[in-house]
């Protein structure tokens, strides 16, 4: 074992995993997490819990993990996260936690991440649960969202004591969890279900197709239903598009709306009667994480698919993983490469793509080398449909039915980085409702910060 390299993961094939919906990362066996916590130097003052959104005791839990004691290990990471089964297969470890660690500085960060997935999945298989809440208060809050943020937040204040409700507008709860990432990636039953049976056996009550703004209002439950406080983790799930010229074509998807279909509904499974668009030759039209899902779910229903990006590789905003992920099985990326227009035929259905090729002039004001178009460079790509992956925005439904709750020009709602409080009082929010399409990550330390306030707020009630 060379201490300065990573413990390899096993995976699935890449020939093999592109025909199929089962997860690509088997993680790792206790023998091989053992080792990869060895190499943890137990820093004495470690930074890696200060790149942790909701400060996980990193060291404390990888050095039970290198004795051998998982249960224990598992307690000290179940104190700080609802979700960590979850965070340890989609959260951007590599610019957080490990980023920082200083076994980093001459060779490989230790697999943080890994190990905390290996941890939570070592619980669940051995039945560990969550330690239960003392004493109630009494005291009544309601959530709204079952995604990262609202089942954080939910489950803080479960343990707090609170008589916690969240209300879930699908049919189904974890918002972006069971809608958005695919069954590869994160798988529903054995992951996303089981975290949230979890939060439930703190005694955190779910109510499903509830959609606030319509069949209640935040004002209702507070004035009606008797919640004192109420936290929005409503996420942000409007698709954003280019306004290119036949974009309102047949064929053409939001990534939202084509992830949702294939997770949710389970349009991927020959038993459901989803309907999909199953393309011979798809585009998908962006370059972050949720393009990569919606790339690799295509290629996974038959098509030769194409991400098209206006920037070059090092600029790509998804996680190197999952683009490693996505080239390994076959994703054809166009870089430096801009739509100006959808094709279409006589009927109305996409028949392709003009576009331009782009080279990277001076920086804009993200850093980032701004993209301009190369003169006389434009090609058409012969497709039969288009994924448009150009991030999401929050609906404004619950900001334009709540008297007194602000959102900003994008209807993002304002609200207290610190602890969550909006402009109504007795109303938190976090997570992509305020952020705007973030990772569940930062959307779970939202949530356990709005908790410590909401807590605050109702200690001094």
Not at 68 to 74: H, I, K, L, R, V
Not at 432 to 454: P, Q, R, S, Y
Request: net charge negative.
């Amino acid at each position: 074992m060379d201490i300065l390299k990573k413990i390899p993961v096993r995976e699935q094939d890449a020939k093999v995993r592109a025909c199929n919906f089962e997860e690509v990362c088997y993680g790792y066996n206790e023998e091989e997490a053992i080792a990869e916590a060895s190499r943890c130097i137990n820093c004495k003052n470690a930074k890696c819990i200060a790149g942790c959104p909701v400060a996980i005791d990193i060291p404390s839990f990888i050095y039970e993990v290198k004795e051998g004691n998982f249960e224990e290990a598992s307690k000290i990471i179940g104190k700080a996260s609802a979700l960590p089964a979850v965070c340890g297969r989609v959260c951007p470890q590599e610019s957080q936690c490990e980023e920082r660690c200083i076994r980093g500085i001459k060779g490989e960060a230790v697999s943080i991440g890994k190990l905390e997935r290996f941890v939570a999945d070592w619980a669940r298989d051995n039945g560990i649960k969550p330690e239960l809440p003392a004493n109630k208060n009494g005291k009544k809050v309601a959530v709204i969202g079952s995604g990262p943020a609202g089942l954080t937040c939910a489950g803080e204040l479960a343990k707090m004591g609170y008589d916690v409700t969240i209300f879930e507008a699908l049919h189904e709860a974890g918002g972006v969890l069971v809608y958005g990432i695919p069954e590869f990636r994160l798988p529903k039953s054995k992951v996303v279900q089981q975290e949230i049976d979890n939060v439930k056996y703190l005694g955190v009550k779910i109510e499903t197709n509830v959609v606030i703004g319509k069949s209640t209002t935040i004002d209702e439950l507070m004035n009606e239903e008797g919640y004192e406080a109420v936290f929005i983790g409503s996420g942000a799930g409007l698709p954003k598009f280019m306004g290119i010229p036949g974009e309102n074509a047949n064929g053409v998807f939001s990534a939202n709306e084509y992830l949702t279909r294939s997770n949710l509904m389970k349009a991927f499974d020959d038993t459901y009667d989803t309907p999909i668009m199953m393309g011979k030759k798809v585009a998908v039209v962006g370059g972050g994480n949720v393009a990569m899902d919606a790339a690799r779910t295509a290629l996974r229903l038959g098509a030769e698919v194409h991400i098209v990006y206006r920037r070059s590789e090092e600029e790509l905003p998804a996680r190197v993983e999952e683009v490693h992920h996505a080239m390994q099985e076959g994703i054809i990326f166009n870089l430096l490469t801009n739509p100006t227009e959808i094709l279409a035929d006589e009927n109305g259905w996409v028949r392709g793509m003009r576009c331009v090729e782009m080279e990277l002039g001076e920086p804009d004001a993200s850093g980032r080398r701004r993209p301009v178009v190369k003169e006389g460079s434009e090609f058409e790509m012969e497709l039969d449909m288009v994924i448009m992956s150009l991030g999401t925005s929050p609906n404004p439904l619950i900001s334009s039915t709540t008297e007194g709750l602000e959102a900003d020009k994008w209807k993002c709602i304002i609200a207290n980085e610190e602890n969550g409080k909006t402009t109504k009082e007795g109303v938190y929010a976090g997570g992509d409702a305020v952020t705007g399409a973030a990772t569940v990550i930062l959307a779970m330390g939202a949530g356990k910060a709005a908790a410590e306030g909401i807590h605050e707020y109702l200690s001094q009630k």
